[in-house]
């Protein structure tokens, strides 16, 4: 469950997106052909983060960047930003309700201000 509620699900799917990277980024940089250790050392952050019991943390609404995907009844990605952590997570809306989590990972504060600038910040711990 999120900080608000919300019920949050994992797909097995996601596993391979999330924690997976490339041996050659500067070549191949969208491959997963090898597990991303540190993001697995960081796997335990992901549910306190999403049920805010981390502080620090925000909780951010970032619309779609497709326009006709915005008109979707539901509502746009959540993003969970530890700044101190330079950590994010990401959560996609499901049609009927709920989030699934989509990946997790270290990004430069710049990188973040960018997310959240598109995006209404929902909550704060």
Same mark, same amino acid.
């Given at each position: ?18 924690? @997976?990277?490339?041996?050659? +980024?500067?070549? $191949?940089?969208?491959?997963? &052909?090898? /597990? !991303?250790?540190? @993001?697995?050392?960081?796997? +335990?952050?992901? $549910?306190?983060?999403?049920? &805010?019991? /981390? !502080? ?70």
């Amino acid at each position: 469950m999120s900080h608000d509620g919300e019920e949050v699900k994992f797909f097995a799917d996601r596993y391979h997106h999330a924690f @997976r990277t490339s041996s050659d +980024r500067a070549r $191949r940089a969208y491959s997963k &052909g090898v /597990v !991303a250790r540190e @993001r697995l050392e960081r796997l +335990r952050w992901i $549910r306190p983060i999403i049920e &805010g019991k /981390v !502080a620090g943390v925000e909780c951010w609404e970032v619309p779609k960047k497709v326009p006709e995907e915005a008109h979707r009844p539901f509502p746009g990605k959540r993003l969970y930003v530890s700044w101190s952590l330079d950590y994010l997570i990401w959560l996609e809306p499901l049609s009927n309700g709920g989030f699934k989590f989509s990946t997790a990972y270290l990004a430069p504060h710049a990188e973040i201000a960018r997310y959240t600038t598109r995006g209404r910040k929902l909550w704060a711990s």
